[in-house]
């Protein structure tokens, strides 16, 4: 069964016409999600709606009686409440009433009554023999899956898996054809929420947090939602959404203030499984030296072993890890064999020998560096406002640049602000690695100035947004070609 549940592909519909009922206001949903957290007024609220034949409230109600949830388990109430869905149109409840009949759920085995509701599911808008067809095979594997899982807890993320395929990114036809056998996206979330509640299984928690994030639900703060089960996944050591929690701390996403050193022990808990994307993440922030200091070695061996896992981000940075010689010896050849693979190895003969003769040539010129230091400067280039979905006031852009080839890295700058009512603060710049070649390439593959950097300063207030611009360096450092610098003392930065 699980082997039948995991591979059954689904059919491609052809010019079928499945059509579903949606409330507009959602008021059955609002209803339960109050109702399901023990709220009287909302359960009688939802009764009374079920009772004027709304359908969303009668699934809702069938659903919360069947399992349990904000009510004692009935199964009589339930299946009543699926049958007075079913019994209104015909597109909601009928094959959920049948379920219990068909596998003697609660109740005694039944055929000839199960075989009544799902008569009655509605069909005059199914005029291709195939799609009813393809109906009865879906509603088959859902309900055969489901009642596997009612005592086989290991069977119950395989049935979610399934219906989040087929209502996840399905075609439209194909997900009406699940609402009609009483699957949408929402009462997946509420299965898939019952289970993960009574499972504490980290995955199922994971999902019920990706299907939030996902708009599986109308709850209007779907990300603090979403955050609330990943978060509780990541407790229990699921990787992903260890990786997850990790973006949210580096990037101030899904309702949380960026804290970049609570980033990077997510990511690394996540790392340490193995976790593709966390391995990317973490390696980038030990590439770059924004956040903690450059280490290229540790990032080396997390893009490699991000690699051996799939990854087609992690390429990007060993073409530069190898073209710039951090770390490693330069090798050109192997530089070449990763930016190949993120070109996804299409032939460019061209850029090709442009690339191996640019890196030999940078090679040649990188051990001349250091005989003379360079000079960088550092400029404020735009201010972005309202950053981060409106968390910040604004993020001024900052640009430092250098004249020479050669590595400047682990590069900090402070600055002192002053706005126009003479008040100043001091805040610290951090920059990537730059100056190393003459390729004028990003990570991304775009083209971008090598011999630049910028950063972006994130203000909560708008107090220093419209700073003047004489903005004064007090302090900089940085790696120069290796060497620990006090870039102030030692006269190589100006603005």
């Known amino acids: 069964m699980y ?22 206001d959602h008021q059955a949903e609002r209803l339960y999600d109050r109702a399901v957290q023990q709220d009287a007024g909302a ?54 009433a049948a379920y219990f009949f068909e596998y003697g759920i609660g109740v005694d085995k039944d055929a000839s009554i199960a075989e009544r509701y799902i008569g009655l599911i509605a069909k005059d808008d199914i005029d291709n023999i195939d799609d009813m067809k393809e109906l009865e095979r879906q509603r088959h594997i859902v309900y055969e899956g489901k009642a596997a899982a009612e005592t086989d807890v290991e069977m119950r993320l395989p049935v979610i898996e399934y219906l989040e395929r087929h209502v996840g990114s399905a075609s439209s036809d194909a997900r009406a054809m699940m609402a009609r056998i009483g699957f949408t996206k929402l009462d997946t979330l509420r299965l898939a929420r019952v289970w993960a509640e009574r499972d504490k299984e980290p995955e199922m928690l994971f999902r019920v947090g990706s299907f939030y994030n996902f708009g599986y639900s109308h709850v209007e703060k779907k990300d603090a939602e979403a955050f609330r089960w990943w978060q509780r996944a990541a407790e229990a050591g699921e990787p992903q959404s260890q990786n997850l929690l990790g973006l949210a701390y580096l990037q101030g996403k899904w309702g949380v203030d960026q804290d970049p050193p609570v980033a990077v022990s997510w990511f690394e808990r996540a790392a340490a499984q193995s976790d593709r994307d966390a391995l990317v993440n973490l390696g980038e922030i030990y590439y770059l030296g924004e956040i903690v200091p450059v280490d290229y070695a540790r990032a080396r061996s997390l893009f490699e072993e991000a690699i051996e896992q799939g990854s087609a981000r992690a390429p990007r940075f060993l073409i530069w890890i190898y073209y710039n010689g951090q770390s490693v010896k330069t090798d050109c050849q192997k530089a070449l064999q990763y930016r190949q693979e993120r070109r996804n190895h299409q032939p460019d003969p061209q850029d090709d020998a442009k690339f191996l003769g640019q890196c030999k040539s940078d090679l040649d010129q990188r ?3 250091g005989k003379a230091a360079p000079m960088l400067r550092l400029q404020h280039k735009s201010t972005y406002h309202g950053g981060n ?51 004028n390439e990003g990570l991304d593959g775009r083209a971008w100035d090598s011999f630049s950097s910028s950063t972006l300063l994130p203000m909560k207030t708008q107090e220093f947004c419209d700073f003047l611009a004489d903005y004064r360096i007090t302090e900089a450092t940085a790696l120069v070609n290796g060497r620990q610098a006090d870039l102030v003392a030692e006269g190589m930065f100006k603005k």
Not at 45 to 71: S, T
Not at 412 to 438: H, I, W
């Open 389 to 439: 979905g409106g968390a910040l006031a604004c993020e001024p852009n900052f640009v430092v640049t250098t004249d020479k080839l050669g590595e400047i890295a682990n590069l900090r700058v402070t600055v002192e602000l002053k706005n126009d009512q003479g008040a100043t603060t001091q805040r610290t710049l951090a920059f990537s690695p730059f100056g190393m070649n003459t390729m």
């Open 3 to 24: 082997t039948y549940l995991k591979f059954a592909a689904a059919a491609v519909l052809v010019g079928s016409a499945f059509s579903a009922i949606a409330g507009p």
């Open 367 to 369: 051990k001349q560096a």
């Open 43 to 96: 359960l009688k609220a939802l009764q009374d709606l079920a009772k004027d034949n709304d359908p969303e409230a009668l699934m809702a109600l069938g659903f919360m009686y069947e399992h349990g949830v904000g009510v004692s388990r009935d199964v009589k109430l339930a299946i009543a409440n699926y049958a007075l869905a079913c019994h209104q149109v015909g597109q909601y409840g009928c094959a959920n």
